[in-house]
Structures are given as C-alpha cells and as structure tokens.
C-alpha cells in the first residue's frame, strides 16, 4: 500500500484512527499498528489529541511567509525597475541599486521573484555586430611546409624588451627571432630577411628579379603566404612594399580575433609557460641568447602534439610521415608479440 501520504483528507484520517482504535483495543502497541500503516506515530498521536478535543481533521490552508515582503516593498522594488531597468540591466545590480539608492534592501533572489510576478522583463543587452568570416587561405598555397609563415611579438617586461618571432604554420618550425626595443616595419624586415635567408630563399626571390627565374619556380605563384594580426607594423606601408619585392602575399586576421593567429599565440604560451626562467631575465643580450637556446630544443627535441608528437625539425624536413607511420607498425607488432608471448607462456597476471 505504501506510506500515507504527507497530506490526506479528514475522511481518511478518521478511518486511520479508527484502524489503529481498534488494533489498541486488541492489544496491539500503538507504534506496531502504525508501523502495518505505514504510518508516522507523531502524525497519528497529534490526530488523536486533535480528534479528541473536538477539533478538526482538515488541513489548514498554508500561512504567508513572516519574512516576506511587504506591499510597500514590492511598490519600491517596481520603482527601482522603472527607474534604472534600462540602466543595470539584471536583477542582481537592481537589488544592490535599491539599497545604494536607498529605495529598498533586498536580496538578488527576492528582486528576481517579485519582477517575475509582476511581469517586468529587463532589456537585453543590444546584440554585438556578427564576426566576419576569416579571409580563407589562398588556393595557391599548399599546405605543406614552406608555404605559410606566421609572425607575431610578445614582451618579456623584466627585460624590457620585444621579441619578434617567425614560424612555419604547417611544420610549427620555430624559423627566426629577434629581440629588440622596438616595435615598427624595420623590425618586420629584419626578422623576415634573417628567416627567408636560413630557409634558403633569396636565390629564388633574386632570381625572379633578375628575369631568370630558378628551374621549376612559377613567377606567377608567390614564394610565400605570410600570416599575422592587424598591428600597425604589419599594416605599415614599407611592410608591404618589402613583402611585395619578395614576392610574399600578407594575410591579415580579423581584428580582435587572436584565434586566427592561434599558430604563433600557442608558440608563445608554450615558450613562457615551459621556460618560465625567460620571464625572469632582465639582461637583454642573455634573453637573447637564451631565446636561441630554448628555440633549439623547441624545434629538435620537444614533441609536438599539433603535428603528431614530432618534432617541428622532422615535420619540416618531411620526415614526420615517416616517424608517425614507424610507430603505428611498432605499435601493432607489439601487440602480436604480445599475442604470441602470452600463448606460449602461462603465467599469472600482475596488478
């Protein structure tokens, strides 16, 4: 049958009484007869008492909360809606306009409540201008390595210094660095020059000028996709004038959108995050050393999980294929000699 139910009607509740009268007249303890009911002993000795008396069985109707508001109040709360709704625009500041106002102290729950019951809905906020989509990558531009670049700065504030860097989006191959206290086009030609000068570039970037182009390089496609943000220095004119003479095409991101740069930005976060001593050098001659130091060991020892836990030396050089291929065929003659292990020898396992 069950439990009774938390509320009952009084009809009930006298054929209850009644039930357990008569198991008492017959001996029964009143807690055993409750408990065949299923019903609590306090609910049943407080019916008794008020059947007793003559009182009624009925439930009463639910009191009003002692604590809650008042009708002057809630008139204040209203008050505090129509006046500053338009200006707080949520019911928490409302509550805390009421008492700093010196309206009505209430909490952030009770404005909530009483604006839903009189049917007051804040204004919401304006909608923001739609994000435009991101400028797609050019059709010429493969995605292999040597074909996009990204470049970008950061600061090491202790060293008061900028540090430019330069790299491979395909192959995460940190290319160059340049440390320096400014932050201008100059400074974009000089770490560029460096970069397209250890990749190997000029000879093809002369060669176009000189009407000759190499065996096998098209004029007509461009050397190089160079991706970054919207700074001044990568917007400036001599910037592109350079790129330009080099046969480099400048892809913008959108602005206020670093994820389009997320390459060189996630470089930097791994950079300072797990060679957090830069941060802490304030010689810029050994920031500048250690930079180079850290971009060795970044680019030749430390695996990449963007490009397959290789090194970004092993993806540029074009041996990644190689090495994630190796592993898959170590991985599955593992498991068969594991196989044959295991068939041969009956052994309990371990933990």
Known sequence: MGPVPPRVDAR???????????????????????????????????????????????????????????????DAVVDVFDRFGDIDRSYRKLAHRGSYERLVWVSESSMYRVLADQGLVLPAP?????????????????????QIWIYDFTH?????????????????????????????????????????????????????????????????????????????????????????????????????????QAWIETLFGHVKGEWPHLEKIGDPAVLAAELEIVRADYNGRRLHAGIGYVTPDDEHAGRGDTIRQARRDGLARARADRLTYHRHNHTENRP
């Open 12 to 74: 009930v509740k006298v054929g209850l009484l009644d039930l357990v009268d008569g198991a008492v007249e017959d001996g029964w303890p009143l807690a055993r007869a409750c408990g065949v009911l299923e019903l609590d002993e306090r609910r049943c000795r407080r019916w008794r008492a008020r059947h007793a008396v003559g009182g009624g069985l009925d439930d009463g109707a639910p009191g009003r909360a002692v604590h809650g508001l008042t009708p002057a109040e809630i």
């Open 126 to 146: 304006p909608p923001r201008a739609p994000t435009a989509a991101p400028s797609p990558i050019p059709d010429w531009a493969e995605w292999r390595p040597g």
């Open 156 to 260: 090491f504030t202790r060293a008061d210094r900028v540090a430019y860097a330069v790299m491979d989006v395909v192959s995460r191959k940190w290319l160059k660095t340049l440390v320096t206290v400014e932050e201008s086009a100059t400074q974009v030609e000089v770490l560029s020059t460096g970069a397209l000068d250890d990749e190997g570039l000029w000879p093809r970037i002369e060669a176009r000028h000189a009407g000759s182009p190499l065996a096998g390089d098209d004029p007509d496609i461009p050397i190089l996709l160079a991706m970054s943000d919207n700074g001044p220095q990568m917007r400036a004119g001599t910037t592109r004038e350079f790129l330009a003479m080099c046969s480099i095409v400048a892809h913008f991101g959108r602005p206020g959108t670093p994820t389009d």
